[in-house]
């Protein structure tokens, strides 16, 4: 543990929500044992099929694990509620228990550290509704510690709550199902927002496609949709406090080992934190983030655009060949 942690006790509460991945959701819960916080919400998601019931059936046994004064909380399904709704319900099931605190997925990995920037933080703008939420990992570090004291705000980041902490407030804003989207899409009201006409474009996709479930599964696009209605920020740490370890054929959503996502490096904040003066959005980190790990690589928006050009027939009978040389070049 980073001896620049504050020895103050942990009084936040956590929840970590899994499904069948027991390697990956034991790493989540041996860091969550070492914090030791006094509540622990443990969500689990049903099987599919009774092939999946044992994998399942081990991942709850994790909360055997327990060895420090805790009051747990468990929450198994008994059938697969999916990546959508079975995490709002998870995340209901937290927030109308706390009113702010820890979530971790099951291939989330914290560093000791995250604990305590996300207790102090949570403390620090509890009642600030410009703050959305906390976000534990910052992949645009490129494996450098810089300034491990500091954090900035992202108003254009899109779908990273994995490792996070947040507060009921903002929760409570959420609507999974956007049914107000084609009165805002309409109306053209972030149009001014945007910081580029590649971002205007990509996050109208990612949000209609969300909207009618062409991106099935996703609950994280609509809570940024929510947040960014509030005129809300993130908060990013400077340095990674949070490691994807579940990349690979076996995740949900994050198959792709080539993904530049995929990152190995875990660093810690140090103390006492330091905070910004103002709340404010740096527009040139924000679109820098952007362009490097929500908008598209430059060959899948060539297939997007060259895709759309066609005519239906020609675009499924070329699909499979653009699909293929993607693959061999390596291209994501």
């Not at 080992?257 to 103390?271: F, G, M, T």
Request: proline fraction near 5%.
């Amino acid at each position: 543990m980073n001896s620049t942690i504050p020895a103050s006790p942990n009084h936040t509460a956590v929840m970590i929500t899994a499904f069948k991945r027991y390697d990956t959701a034991r790493l989540v819960m041996e860091a969550v044992r070492s914090a030791r916080p006094p509540r622990l919400y443990f969500a689990c998601d049903g099987p599919r099929n009774e092939a999946e019931k044992e994998r399942t059936d081990r991942v709850r046994t994790l909360v055997e694990l327990v060895d420090w004064p805790c009051e747990v909380h468990t929450l198994f399904h008994e059938k697969n509620k999916g990546t959508k709704y079975g995490m709002v319900e998870n995340m209901d099931w937290f927030f109308s228990q706390e009113a702010e605190g820890i979530v971790l997925e099951d291939d989330i990995v914290p560093d000791q550290s995250f604990f305590r920037f996300a207790q102090e933080l949570l403390e620090r703008y509890r009642d600030d509704e410009r703050i959305w939420a906390i976000i534990g990992n910052n992949l645009a570090t490129g494996g450098e510690v810089k300034d491990p004291r500091g954090y900035w705000f992202m108003a254009h980041g899109y779908g990273a709550y994995s490792g996070w902490a947040g507060w009921r407030r903002s929760w409570e804003r959420f609507d999974v199902d956007m049914k107000d989207w084609p009165e805002v899409r309409d109306s053209k009201r972030f149009d001014p927002w945007f910081l580029s006409s590649g971002e205007r474009k990509e996050a109208l996709h990612l949000l209609e496609a969300t909207w009618d479930g062409r991106i099935a599964g996703a609950w994280d696009y609509q809570f940024d949709y929510a947040k960014m209605k509030a005129g809300a920020v993130n908060i990013i740490p400077n340095v990674n406090l949070c490691r994807n370890v579940g990349f690979g054929e076996d995740a949900t959503h994050s198959v792709d080992r080539r993904d530049p996502r995929n990152q190995e490096h875990l660093h810690s904040a140090e103390w006492p934190l330091e905070h910004p003066v103002e709340i404010t959005v740096d527009t040139e980190r924000n679109l820098a983030y952007f362009n490097a790990y929500v908008r598209p690589p430059l060959f899948r928006r060539f297939k997007s655009t060259l895709k759309g050009l066609l005519p239906d027939a020609v675009d499924e009978a070329i699909t499979p060949f653009l699909s293929k040389l993607q693959r061999r070049l390596g291209l994501t």
